[in-house]
């Protein structure tokens, strides 16, 4: 396994499950990046990779953390009152992309002109020219997705089971806002001139775009799990 260049809270949220909003500690932990490779055990299933990510990570850097609850703001993401207004994604022809054992290859490219992201087993999105494009994507991916794009956590509380394929039309000025929030979410360093961009933006017309769809992301605020850091080594022990 290889992980390169990835901050401690990237490492936290892959070991622990949990997204990188739901960590607090040291502010370096958002900043110095870190290089991991380790083989793993013969046999060894990939769902146990979190576990052995914590050992990891609690013996080099001798790790101390609690677990705590807190109030967040958040979009939680519905069936509009109409109903759904899409239909379930065909079956893929593809009789590879149906095996759950099957290694799953994930790939991603992203500019100023947009990013495009391969999710594997046939579901992908691109993000460009004011549009978002799904296919084959579950509601748990659509949430996991879109809140890399927007202000605040996306909780799924919608049901659906199956995978969908839409387009999201939204405002060159949304689109730019949505830009600078996978920036941001991606730890890119942006000039102030541009992070006074989202002073007063608004996500108006993806709210929007989501209602023809029959989707809706209700803002509120919902208590998710921390994970505190109260201790830890800033340079790991030696191999």
Do not use: C
Not at 94 to 109: Q, R
Not at 200 to 207: E, M
Request: charged share 25%.
């Amino acid at each position: 396994m290889r992980a390169g260049v990835l901050t401690m809270k990237d490492y936290l949220g892959m070991a622990y499950r949990v997204k990188v909003y739901q960590i607090s500690g040291p502010d370096w932990i958002s900043t110095d990046r870190f290089d991991i490779s380790a083989t793993l055990p013969a046999g060894v299933p990939t769902t146990q990779i979190p576990e052995m990510m914590q050992r990891l990570l609690e013996d080099r850097f001798q790790i101390k953390m609690h677990r705590d609850k807190k109030d967040f703001p958040v979009y939680v993401l519905e069936v509009a009152k109409g109903g759904l207004k899409m239909q379930e994604s065909a079956p893929d022809p593809d009789p590879a992309n149906a095996d759950a054992k099957a290694p799953l290859n994930i790939t991603g490219s992203g500019s100023a002109q947009g990013i495009s992201v391969n999710l594997g087993r046939g579901s992908s999105y691109a993000f460009a020219n004011n549009k978002f494009e799904a296919k084959r994507l579950t509601m748990a991916a659509v949430a996991a997705t879109l809140e890399r794009f927007t202000d605040r956590p996306i909780i799924d509380m919608t049901d659906l089971k199956g995978s969908y394929d839409f387009t999201l039309d939204v405002t060159p000025e949304d689109y730019r806002t949505m830009l600078i929030h996978a920036a941001v979410a991606a730890g890119v360093a942006l000039p102030p001139e541009a992070l006074r961009l989202l002073d007063g933006a608004s996500i108006a017309s993806l709210l929007d775009a989501m209602q023809k769809i029959g989707l809706k992301l209700d803002a509120r605020k919902a208590p998710l799990d921390l994970i505190v850091i109260d201790e830890a080594r800033k340079t790991p022990s030696d191999n």
